[in-house]
């Protein structure tokens, strides 16, 4: 699947497939999307684009350069969605290839080319538009993962107090649950660091391309975006150490949790040993038993019973065990 920006008047019109031939030289760029084996014919034949794998990560063929990149963007259900893109920067356009046909993260990209018409005046600057898009894409997803750690924070703050909003009672299963999906937030987060230095490493080529003496307005413009491209990685690494703290947090919480259910039956089983070594004792068949003859000895052995478990429960409560 093929789309053609093209350029009419003063905007720019997208058209499904390739251009007519008389049109080739209004086209801004193309958007290739897991290409048929006729479409990849007539991108070769028509503009030299080689839709093959290439072996790098950058390459020229004297017609285009060939830089792969990893992106991400946040779908309508506001889920992150990774893909692997190639731009294809050549003297007269630029094009995207992809060959997953669901992923499209430059669906915006038109109207923001259709506002700023002054910054897409060559193949260049419509590459250096689209990798800024490609920022955005990506700054948004890590927002989202910020928003939803935050909430995460929020449930393993409320784990420690031991009960929620809600007046429930939390304990292990529920850290596991928020451990899995800390896990989850992890991956993800470090698949974004992976897309930002990839997307770091196009716009670095893009800048090697430019002339700094003719094309000193798109310069500036391309140091900015490396700069953006940056700062969306730093945040990603900030994000990537809060879920390693969060996780820290969760893991210490999970031991002490566990710690004191294992306190709990230690103290039960220190608090009735001693009656049971009681019952112990008077469970024994022998023949003289005094105990037996007594007029109050059930009384007698029920009291004995009760204060050897009154006894350690007393102790361990004067040692602070208890809290």
């Not at 070769?44 to 350069?65: H, Y």
């Not at 830089?67 to 050549?90: A, C, E, Q, W, Y």
């Not at 250096?128 to 993962?145: F, K, S």
Request: proline share 4%; hydrophobic share 40%.
């Amino acid at each position: 699947m093929i789309h053609t920006i093209i350029r009419t008047n003063q905007s720019l019109s997208v058209i499904h497939g390739l251009p007519q031939l008389e049109n080739r030289n209004e086209v801004v760029w193309l958007e290739i999307n897991a290409p048929t084996a006729e479409e990849t014919a007539n991108l070769g034949q028509r503009f030299g684009i080689d839709t093959r794998p290439q072996s790098s990560s950058v390459a020229d063929d004297g017609t285009f350069m060939y830089m792969r990149s990893k992106l991400l963007k946040l779908g309508i259900d506001t889920t992150p969605s990774f893909g692997d893109v190639t731009f294809l920067l050549g003297e007269q356009l630029v094009a995207i290839l992809d060959e997953d046909p669901d992923f499209h993260p430059f669906e915006f990209a038109l109207q923001r080319m259709n506002r700023k018409l002054n910054h897409v005046k060559s193949p260049k600057a419509v590459l250096r538009l689209l990798l800024q898009v490609a920022n955005d894409g990506a700054d948004a997803v890590i927002d989202r993962i910020a928003d939803e750690l935050e909430r995460n924070a929020k449930e393993i703050s409320e784990i420690s107090d031991g009960y929620n909003a809600h007046g429930r009672e939390l304990g292990v299963p529920d850290l596991i649950g928020t451990m899995q999906s800390l896990n989850e937030k992890e991956e993800l987060i470090s698949r974004c660091i992976e897309a930002q230095l990839s997307l770091a490493r196009a716009v670095r080529y893009l800048n090697g391309e430019i002339d700094n003496v003719t094309e000193a307005e798109l310069q500036v413009l391309t140091t900015e975006l490396a700069e953006d491209v940056a700062g969306v990685k730093e945040h990603a690494y900030f994000e990537h150490e809060k879920v390693r703290y969060l996780q820290n947090a969760v893991t210490n919480i999970l031991n002490i949790k566990q710690n004191q259910i294992v306190k709990v039956f230690t103290i039960i089983t220190a608090v009735f040993l001693p009656p049971t070594l009681v019952g112990t004792f008077y469970g024994m068949n022998f023949a003289v038993m005094p105990e037996l003859s007594w007029e109050h000895g059930f009384i007698y052995s029920m009291v004995l019973t009760l204060t050897a478990a009154l006894l350690p429960l007393l102790y361990i409560k004067r040692k602070g065990w208890l809290r």
